[in-house]
């Protein structure tokens, strides 16, 4: 591995395979995989980690707006893409990309079947998407007769699978209330099934889901995170591999004396002599002020740097006082040992959060 000579992000594709492999293993034979790539596929690029995980055979990939799918096609993704949370403004595009929209309330799916009639579709594929305790999207237990009166009313339309979100898969103290969100999908699947006249693929897992409930993984599953490399456990952190490593150099270091500031507002004072070093990544990186301030820290020659002092746009000042270093040398934000879980943690947030925050400015590389 070369060393980091400006800020990267990089990406080892070895690493998501192996992520990809692990999470398979946990699955039946013929339960289908489909991999969340929304966001940059977290953060770290989508057409690419889409198109490697296409040779790997995944069944189905999903994003969450019409953009984000337009990118896949344009990357040569040719599997299905589910559009979880699709806007009418873009149906057409979306039809234009044969992107598969997820319907979650009666408006827009009016709206789609209007737009898929106009454009002489017949069978386009859909997704019905049920809310069963998250209270974010989805159509209620009482629609299925509404939604499957209106489908028998067209043939724009068929219905490829019917979904649901867990709202706390992750959290074992919820298992009770995750069972019963479990139960109310199969009874709103049974439902449709016997109302609509066929069987679309039944969903339900996101990767702590897969995780903590294989009764519930039916005919296919949806994973962004452990892909990714995290499992929402220290248990299962053990078994997957972050694919992400954000690394930087010091751009310069500072003699700093006893009583001068350092950063905007003099948020740090110094009281004693201290070295410090610039880092070229701030908050337009994704690195938010919450790890400033001795929140946070970085590596510098397998050495904890804490952030002094205010984050900047486009810069952090570390604590070097006790670390051996020169003006050049990589440091490591995040990476497999350091990870990113934990440094989203000292901030008092998550791993989700603090990869999809790196910013289109970061350079990506990738490892293959
Ligand atoms: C983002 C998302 C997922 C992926 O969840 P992970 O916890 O990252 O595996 C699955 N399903 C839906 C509907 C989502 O929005």
Do not use: W
């Not at 609509?196 to 990767?207: D, Q, S």
């Not at 201290?274 to 020659?301: C, E, M, W």
């Not at 350091?338 to 289109?360: D, F, M, P, V």
């Amino acid at each position: 591995m070369l060393k980091a000579q400006e800020t990267v992000l990089e990406i080892d594709l070895k690493a998501l395979n192996h992520n990809y492999q692990h999470l398979k293993s946990k699955l039946q034979n013929n339960t289908k995989f489909l991999a969340v790539v929304k966001a940059y596929a977290y953060g770290s690029d989508s057409a690419e980690t889409a198109t490697y995980l296409q040779e790997q055979g995944v069944d189905y990939f999903a994003v969450a707006y019409i953009n984000e799918g337009i990118t896949l096609r344009e990357a040569g993704i040719t599997k299905p893409i589910l559009v979880l949370h699709p806007l009418a403004k873009n149906f057409k595009k979306l039809i234009a990309y044969t992107l598969e929209p997820s319907l979650y309330n009666t408006k827009i799916l009016n709206e789609f079947i209007t737009i898929a009639s106009v454009e002489k579709q017949t069978d386009y594929p859909i997704h019905i998407k049920f809310n069963t305790g998250l209270n974010r999207l989805g159509f209620s237990e009482n629609d299925v007769h509404l939604i499957t009166h209106k489908l028998k009313g067209t043939n724009a339309v068929k219905v490829t699978s019917i979904f649901s979100h867990l709202a706390a898969s992750e959290d074992l103290n919820e298992r009770i209330f995750t069972l019963n969100q479990i139960e109310t999908f199969k009874t709103i699947s049974n439902h449709f099934i016997k109302t609509i006249g066929y069987k679309p693929i039944l969903h339900i897992c996101n990767t702590s889901g897969i995780l903590n409930y294989p009764e519930a993984h039916f005919d296919m599953v949806r994973t962004g995170i452990g892909l990714y490399g995290f499992g929402n456990s220290e248990k299962e952190n053990t078994h997957l591999k972050p694919i992400a490593s954000l690394k930087t150099i010091i751009s310069q270091i500072h003699n700093i004396k006893k009583g001068e500031s350092v950063g905007y507002n003099r948020a740090f004072k110094s009281h004693s002599f201290q070295k410090t070093a610039t880092l070229p990544i701030g908050h337009a990186d994704g690195i938010g002020r919450q790890y400033g301030n001795g929140n946070s820290f970085v590596t510098i020659n397998g050495q904890k740097a804490y952030i002094i002092g205010n984050v900047c746009m486009d810069m952090i000042m570390v604590d070097i006082t006790n670390i051996n270093c020169k003006e050049g040398d990589e440091v490591i934000v995040f990476d497999r040992n350091q990870t990113a879980e934990h440094l989203a943690k000292s901030a008092k947030t998550i791993s989700y959060e603090l990869i999809t925050s790196i910013s289109q400015r970061v350079k990506r590389s990738f490892l293959k």
